[in-house]
Each structure stands twice: as C-alpha cells, then as structure tokens.
C-alpha cells in the first residue's frame, strides 16, 4: 500500500544515520549541563568584572568558559573528577604558575611551554580570591563534574531548526498533518546533513562566511559555505505518489485516521451546560455579609497589653555571678567573695 510504501522510505532514511539518531534523546540531557555551566561561569565573572577595581578580569572571561569546553571534550571517558581536576587548574593558570597544581589527577598544565603572554592575576589578590570563590562553588563544582565529553549539539539543533521550518511552532496543526510534516522535515535533513563544501570557481577554494554576532563584542565567526541543499527526496515521494492506485490512497487515508488520537475536547468529562449557568448564576447572586470577630477588637488588645505588662514585669532579676544573689541590696551581702575583698 501507499502507507507502506512511505513507511518503508522514511525508516530507511531514519536507518541511515541510526548512530546519530540513537544519541538524539540523550545528547540534550548531557550537554545543556554543559551549556548551562559555561553561561553561567561567563555570567558570574561578568559581574565581577563590573567593579572598576576588577576589570582586568575581562579578558579572563572567554577563556575560562574555553577551558571548561575542553577539560570536558579531553576526557574521553567522562570521569567528573578528572574533568573538575583539568578546569580547576586554570586557578593557578590565570596566576602565570603552570605546574605543581594541589590536585594530583591534572597537577600540571597540558599548553606546553609556548604560553601566549597576558595580564596574568597576582596570587592571593583581593581578584583572584574573588574569583576563586566564585568557581569553586559546590553547585557550580557538581555541575561542571557532569559535564559531558560529547561533541556541541549543534546538528541537533540543526534538526529543530528544519522541523520548525516544516511545522511551525505559532500553527497548529492537526495530527495527521503533524505526523507527516515530522517525515518530510525527517528526510529532508537527512538527504542534506553531510553536504559537501562550496568552492569558488575562480581558484576552487572553499567558500566562508564571516558574521560578526553582537554577543562577541566584535569578535567574528567563520562557518564554511556548503552546496545548495539537496530535494531529491521529493521525486522520490511523487514517484510513489503516481504508482499508487485510489485504492491505496483511499487505505492510507483510513489508516492515519485510525492512527489519530481523539481531540482533547472529547477525552474530558464535561460538565453539563444547565449546571455550569446555575452555578454561574448562584455566584452573581451571593451577597457577602459582614461577618463579625469571634472576640471584640478592643478586649483581645486588652488582653495582650494585660499580658505585655505580665511579661516584664517577670522579667528575671540581677543576680551576682559570684554568690547568686540578688543584686539589690548586694553590698550587705557578707558570704560574697566580692564584698570580702571591699
């Protein structure tokens, strides 16, 4: 049947890139930790580097949160100690001391002796104390141990963005027509994602496109240029589209429809129309009384000025720390070592 024949099609695009797909549910779950940490780490600094006293930390900012990418990425098998061990010796890093780090997991720096000069922090100054503060905090700490050493989720975003294409989000459409847009926007990434590069006909060199994001303060972003996007796949559906008899359109129509769920409208009880206007009816009508404390005002405060008095006036007496006795009339008081000594 036509269904069939459109299943079929679209389980193997699906096939093809099974690996990939395998990872989609879990890729989110791992990196937004990731992703949320190193918003974070800029933020935190950022704020510190507001003080006029603590600007000197700006140019400090970027590269922590690169650091944290890569103390991630360089630790294949994930293990949050060594990855929280490789970032916290950027703490000694920012203070130009590159080797004998406290932790013995990562106790010296991995750049080599090549190190690109910069305004290096003083060691123990009211900055760098600040600063390690900050990254040392226990959630931010727990947070960056489970950071995870997979690849940006920028394909899978990629994927979101084409299925937002073919199923915008401010439409809604109804079930069949969800399904189906989710198979087009399916096989249309998939005939697209490994595209290759562009080159210029001139001297057959890649193409680049430079941009200039406002959030990098000037700094650009070079993406390479790849070939127009591939609709090959649209034969492919108006091939299988032409072999089909009405028949087959006819079965493929009735099984999406036994595929869709009831609208929500009809999963609820609802409640009957005669009941709703009488209860809307009953509240119009209500009239609010005035409903009288259960004690007059003017005797609860009585009361709690009766017993304000009570309070202080039991309020414990000065008593001597020497012998215990009161301190009134205490000078007459002739066992008390402080008055032996008078």
Known sequence: SLMSEIKATALDELLKLQDWNGRINLLPILMSGQKQNSVKIRKVLSKIAKDKNFEALNEWI????????????????????????????????????????????????AHGVDIEHRRWLTEGSPLHEKVSTALTNSRLVKGIQQASPLDQTSCLEDFHSVLNRFSPKMIAYSYVGQYCRHILAIMHFNFNLRRELDTRKADNQEKIKITYPKFKNGEATVRNVRITPNFGYVH????????????????????????????????????????????????????????????????????????ERSKNSEKAKPHCKACNHPMKGHKYVKDCPRNSGQ
């Open 62 to 109: 970027k590269p922590c949160a690169n650091h944290l990418h890569w103390s991630a990425t360089s630790t294949y098998d994930g293990n949050g100690l060594v990855i929280w061990a490789k970032f916290k010796s950027f703490l000694r890093h920012m203070v130009n001391k590159h080797s004998d780090h406290s932790d013995p997991l990562f106790n010296q720096c």
């Open 236 to 307: 492919d559906i108006f091939d299988t589209f032409l072999k089909a008899t009405k028949k087959d359109l006819e079965d493929a129509a009735k099984e999406l429809k036994k595929k869709s769920p009831e609208p929500m409208n009809l999963m609820l009880q609802k409640q009957p129309a005669a009941q709703a206007v009488a209860k809307h009816k009953e509240r119009k009508n209500m009239i609010t009384q005035d409903v009288l404390p259960t004690t007059p005002v003017s005797e609860v405060q009585k009361q709690q000025a009766t017993a």
